[in-house]
């Protein structure tokens, strides 16, 4: 499939994303979402001669946008397993790590994907083509309660329960194996002035159980504290609310459930540091590119 840069993902936050790394000339970079390599670019631009940049992308589209440069690395691989092909190449320890998250604008307007609520798709939305788990196989084989779980956990949508009792009352007569099919089964969930909204729940919350985004999520960042070097910085972009949490409460706490340990004198022993406050895109960023109105830049440091 051709695609130009542009199309295929155009940078969220760019300059603030790679400045929140703090790039030195010789170090050791991962952008754990290559894409359409934006991120990538640029911190190539700000490397020296020995520097090293490691990427990762998932998706097998992701390949044809490799950057052709000895000092470049692409691993076509989910960035849960960070640590394990990071050390492939005998990489323990980084100066940096990147990662923008969610949906490529590419993925958004392939059709066939079925990540967007723009086109009558089948019900597919993996992020990794080889993966065995689909939408169409969530929609049409988990039972009422995992879906009502997943609609409320995940989309954050109150009628939950109404929109699995739904699907499953649906799919006895046949199996649902498209957005239209879908949309039709849902459309009394879906009044005309907040359909495009609940429909973006919707799907967010059936991508988000396809791919098992805050499972990873929460893989990926614990590793990330691990091969980060003392000074090392993480700099994350999130796309919702759940994702953000998770990433927030991260790098305040180094864990996401409970409390850290206190020190003999009752202080926090905490791994990261916040670098600067959380940082959005301006007005004229979400102009040039829809995409990144939901954007939220995070940027830590190891302690």
Known sequence: MEHNEYEYHNPVLLKETVDGLNIK???????????????????MRRLGPNGKLFAFDQDTDALANALDDKRFVLINENFRF??????????KQVDGILGDFGVSSHQFDVAERGFSTRFDAELDMRMNQNSSLSAYEVINNYDESALSKMFFTYGELKNARGLAAAIV????????????????????????HKSNKILAQIYQAI????????????EFLEQALELLKPGGRLSVISY??????????????????GEPERDFFGRYNVPLKSIGKLIVPSEEEIKQNNRARSAKLRIAEKN
């Open 25 to 43: 000339p010789d170090g050791v970079y991962v952008d754990v979402t290559f894409g359409g390599g934006g991120h990538s670019k640029e911190i």
């Open 207 to 218: 991508r988000i159980e396809v791919n098992e985004e805050i499972v990873v999520l929460k």
């Open 82 to 91: 960070i640590k394990r092909f990071l050390r492939v190449y005998g990489i």
């Open 240 to 257: 919702h609310s759940l994702e953000d949490r998770q990433v927030k409460r991260f790098i305040k706490n180094g864990m996401f459930e």
């Open 169 to 192: 009352t649906a799919r006895k007569e046949e199996p649902i194996k498209n957005s239209e099919q879908l949309k039709t089964v849902l459309s009394r969930f879906l009044p005309a």
